[in-house]
DNA sequence: CTAAACTTGTTTGTACACCAATCAACTATA
DNA sequence: TATAGTTGATTGGTGTACAAACAAGTTTAG
């Protein structure tokens, strides 16, 4: 029959971290929506930026998306020619993508406000309290096993 | 010109909070996915439980979702008969929204479900952590002025 | 070898969430 | 009682996520 249980809808960790997450888009799209790119397309340009190339299934490993979003994401960033894509001549499931001139260029332009969003982000706690919550954040988010070497 | 100034994805607040928003939505899934039902959607339901009649637009407010999200989540609710809605006698756009006795019974049976998904998403955190997260989390989660009176 | 089973990379379809813009109804002001 | 401003709900468009499909590569058993 189960009579009233409680359930603090406010204290809940999913609800909270759509709430925090809402409010971090809020601020990426102050800092960055000028040129219109995404947390995802940015997080993608960034990661690029690091390893140059890699295969579009790769990449999304290393940003935490899964295939079918990575697809869209690189299909948006290609259609502005961010990035470039060429096939793999070793495999031909794959395909290569890396960033053009162009997103090079832009990536390292954005990448000073990417560092502003996420102090903006954590402006409410104070030094000590965003290291800690950062640490937590992190432990909660591993999912399973990481990349892999390519 | 700007060289390669530093920025670590894995390190950055948007991408942490997203990847634990995932592993969430992922317990989310195994715990409630049998019912078809979208965290959105056990939110609006729960918080209708607490306030019995709401206006949609305010349960929105209750529930951190904008009106446009708030009218697609009444929508689907609405068309699977776990929530009723009415026209306001005293204000004609409003839309009274309140819980089935069917949604009423459905709610009642996942709380405990719902209580143990924030278990187990805080679940990698000791117990002095999670209070510390959750309030940490809280802190990052305001976005502006609260709801209202109604 | 080579055919079957399995794995991995990409794409497609669908549902959902969010924003911006719109329209309708109420409120305040002059 | 007009007019401007505000609030409730809806619509359309974009982006993200998951599941399913398909194609290419790898492994294993005959």
Redesign the pocket.
């Known amino acids: 029959m189960a009579a009233k249980e409680g359930y603090i809808l406010e204290r809940q960790a999913g609800h909270l971290l759509?709430r925090a997450h809402?409010r971090h888009?809020?601020i990426f799209q102050e800092k960055i929506g000028d040129v219109q790119l995404?947390?995802?397309?940015f997080a993608a340009l960034v990661k690029l930026r690091d390893v140059t190339e890699v295969?579009?299934?790769?990449l999304g490993r290393l940003t935490a998306?899964?295939?079918?979003?990575m697809?869209?994401?690189?299909k948006?960033l290609a259609s502005r020619n961010l990035i470039k894509r060429r096939p793999d001549p070793d495999?031909?499931?794959?395909?290569i993508v890396s960033l053009s001139s162009e997103g090079y260029e832009l990536v390292n332009t954005l990448v000073s406000s990417g560092n502003d969003i996420t102090a903006q982000t954590l402006e409410p706690l104070c030094p000590a309290e965003r290291k800690q919550f950062l640490d937590l954040l992190a432990k909660l988010a591993q999912l399973s096993s990481n990349d892999a070497s390519e």
């Open positions: 759509r809402q888009s809020a995404t947390p995802l397309q295969s579009q299934n790769h998306m899964d295939a079918a979003t697809q869209g994401v690189i948006r495999d031909r499931r794959r395909l």
